[in-house]
């Protein structure tokens, strides 16, 4: 396989599955995540979900099977060089920090590529030429009145947002967003699944939602999971109709 190969699709699996001491969390899945669409993978609690999107960030290491991003093997890289790749994982890698204020939280993001990552000794004029992007950053997510606010002093919902101005910071390929309404109240939600639309417009997205209001809005596609394997693919209304489905989420098995 060469380094590089841009296909329709810009992460595939094969085969991926995870073991542990002999419980089999993940079972021979094989993924495919058409490049410039929002992808969701759903499932009831226990499916495997999380292990799977683990899997694909790095954060754990396959039993079996393999991961391509753009036609390149990441099966046995590492988190950071994912990243470095373009397929960020949000929630993450983008911990805010309180006591910066939003638009210092931004800043700090948007050295990474600088080299500069983390320098709170530079003074304010050498980060000054940062401040146009980090609030342009901001105003994607909404948050530009509120770029002189600490992050400790945001609500949950405008935190989550801040935390996708972080990620986007770093001009990812492919953003992964793991539960991004987890937690939220209504009108939270209605803000962060707009959002989600907003920044899929030149990028992929992957998401674990538990809200299947959400995923009904946002997706093109939806895996469902289940004992670790996948059930069922397609569209929502499609899914949404299919027997086993119903099944999985409405009977009493586990999941």
Not at 155 to 160: D, Q, T, V
């Amino acid at each position: 396989m060469t380094d590089h190969i841009v296909t329709d699709y810009i992460v595939e699996t094969d085969g991926l599955s995870r073991d542990f001491k002999g419980f089999t969390a993940v079972d021979s899945v094989s993924l495919k995540i058409r490049r410039g669409t929002i992808h969701a993978l759903i499932g009831p609690n226990g499916a495997g979900k999380t292990t799977c999107f683990n899997l694909l960030t790095k954060f754990l290491e396959p039993s079996r099977g393999a991961i391509t991003f753009n036609g390149r093997d990441i099966t046995r890289l590492r988190p950071a060089d994912v990243a470095r790749l373009g397929m960020v994982r949000s929630f993450q890698i983008s911990a805010t920090f309180g006591h910066l204020t939003a638009l210092e939280n931004v800043r700090v993001a948007l050295q990474r590529p600088l080299g500069t990552s983390f320098q709170f000794w530079r003074s304010d004029a050498s980060l000054a030429r940062l401040n146009d992007r980090a609030m342009a950053l901001l105003g994607d997510v909404g948050l530009a009145e509120f770029a002189a606010v600490p992050a400790v002093e945001l609500s949950y919902g405008r935190k989550r947002a801040l935390e996708i101005a972080t990620t986007l910071a770093l001009d990812p390929e492919m953003l992964l967003l793991d539960e991004p309404t987890s937690g939220m109240g209504h009108e939270d939600v209605g803000r962060i699944a707009a959002l989600i639309r907003r920044v899929a417009n030149n990028r992929t997205v992957l998401m674990v939602e538990h809200n299947l209001s959400v995923v009904a809005g946002l997706s093109d596609t939806i895996t469902v999971l289940a004992r670790g394997q996948i059930l069922a693919e397609g569209p929502y209304s499609e899914v949404s109709e299919n027997p086993e489905v119903i099944e999985a989420y409405m009977g009493t098995g586990h999941a």
